[in-house]
């Protein structure tokens, strides 16, 4: 072949390459918005709930096509919340708590073909043959959960690998035939969009999570500090009530000594007046302990 047939054939090449490059990053860009506007919709939700994870199960439309699958699961400290098409709340706890003991807590744990990892999920492997796996909190087992079910892919070799040669010779017209193998239990692979989204989701839940608590902890020390408001309060309305009520009964005890015995009733009032205070003095201690 002439060298300028060989220059312009290098050249349609490099201008295909950049082309198909150009169009690939254009895809993934596209992809990324797509996903960034579901996530920014749900973070709104989740925001606005009293508890934030409820923005993912009462939004499940937006929830599955975060990474476009087919089902989804939301397990916060044992309760399971199953969104689309999945495995039976048993199984989805079951793979929860398998999740659990391998520790996946710093990056999505993700996978296109589940029961290769996890034989269990044959049992289920038309519905979660692929699974992408967020861990929400370091204490509890508690993730998200996205599935995809099983695509049956027939994979086309230039021959049977587990072929076995007889007699030491091989046949030119059938050594080489086409050998063909059904690929199952694989799911379509997740994106890295899609990963990539997960990951700022779960970010963007921490951040959700320690502003939760750092609202917590302001309630909780404005609550102290009304309860010691409260405190000096009861300690100083107990003790401009105790006096008045002393004096009550100091002078209803100096007038009793005063009056005529010979005048009964006088004296059962004045009695009367100092079993009141005395009464009223220990509701006082009474409220003062209550508080």
């Not at 994870?53 to 989804?72: C, E, F, H, Q, W």
């Not at 916060?76 to 807590?105: F, K, M």
């Not at 320690?210 to 409260?230: P, W």
């Not at 007038?255 to 005529?260: H, Q, R, S, V």
Request: proline share 5%.
């Amino acid at each position: 072949m002439p060298p300028h047939v060989r220059n312009a054939c290098d050249f349609i090449a490099q201008i295909m390459a950049m082309m198909i490059g150009a169009r690939t990053r254009s895809a993934e860009t596209a992809e990324r918005m797509m996903r960034h506007r579901i996530e920014t919709h749900l973070l709104a939700r989740m925001a606005a709930e009293a508890r934030f994870i409820d923005g993912l199960s009462r939004n499940p439309d937006d929830t599955l096509a975060l990474v476009d699958a087919n089902g989804a699961a939301v397990i916060i400290e044992g309760t399971c919340t199953l969104l689309g098409n999945t495995p039976t709340e048993s199984q989805v706890l079951r793979l929860a708590e398998w999740l659990e003991a391998r520790d996946h807590h710093e990056i999505p744990f993700h996978t296109e073909n589940l029961p290769g990892v996890f034989p269990e999920a044959e049992a289920y492997s038309s519905v979660a043959s692929g699974l992408l796996a967020m861990s929400i909190s370091q204490l509890h087992p508690s993730y998200v959960l996205w599935f995809r079910p099983e695509v049956v892919e027939t994979v086309t070799w230039g021959g049977d690998p587990t072929k076995t040669m007889h007699g030491g010779r091989i046949n030119p017209r059938k050594s080489f035939e086409d050998w063909r193998e059904q690929v199952r239990g694989h799911s379509v692979p997740w994106t890295p969009a899609a990963l990539e989204t997960v990951r700022s989701l779960s970010n963007a839940i921490t951040g959700i999570v320690l502003r939760k608590a750092e609202e917590m902890a302001a309630l909780t020390e404005e609550l102290r500090r009304s309860n010691r408001e409260l405190e000096a309060f009861s300690y100083s309305v107990s003790h401009d009530l105790r006096a008045p009520f002393r004096h009550i009964v100091g002078y209803a005890e100096l007038l009793k000594e005063e009056t005529d015995t010979s005048n009964p009733l006088a004296r059962r009032y004045l009695d009367t007046i100092i079993e009141s205070a005395f009464s009223a003095g220990r509701l006082v201690d009474d409220l003062l302990n209550f508080s």
